[in-house]
Nanobody, 117 residues
Framework: QVQLVESGGGLVQAGGSLRLSCVASGTIFSIYTMGWYRQAPGNQRELVADIASVGVINYGESVKCRFTISRGNAKNTVYLQMNSLKPEDTAVYYC???????????WGQGTQVTVSS
């Protein structure tokens, strides 16, 4: 079992910045992908950014050049630095960890990000 705890969401004005954090605990295998997804009301959950244990990074098209994903030194922590926020970035942001060899995913509870215009 893996537990994910997110923090850092909140209310910010358009053009502002927020930094999300996600800490994973439990049994974490050496090969994994950890990242962020978001879901706005009425929309499907979409990829924001993820980073593999080998270092490969993916970004959703709408956040490229504005958001940056990174890992902490402990490797069980992932951050999402969000700059130049727009009202359309408003959503619940979920942390996810995926273990490809076990084909298993775990999700955090989500943290609300609201960007006012």
């Amino acid at each position: 079992q893996v537990q994910l705890v997110e923090s850092g969401g909140g209310l910010v004005q358009a053009g502002g910045s927020l930094r999300l954090s996600c800490v994973a605990s439990g049994t974490i295998f050496s090969i994994y992908t950890m990242g962020w997804y978001r879901q706005a009301p009425g929309n499907q959950r979409e990829l924001v950014a993820d980073i593999a244990s080998v270092g490969v990074i993916n970004y959703g098209e709408s956040v490229k050049c504005r958001f940056t994903i990174s890992r902490g030194n402990a490797k069980n922590t992932v951050y999402l630095q969000m700059n130049s926020l727009k009202p359309e970035d408003t959503a619940v942001y979920y942390c996810k960890i995926f273990f490809p060899r076990a084909a298993t995913s775990y999700w955090g509870q989500g943290t609300q990000v609201t960007v006012s215009s």
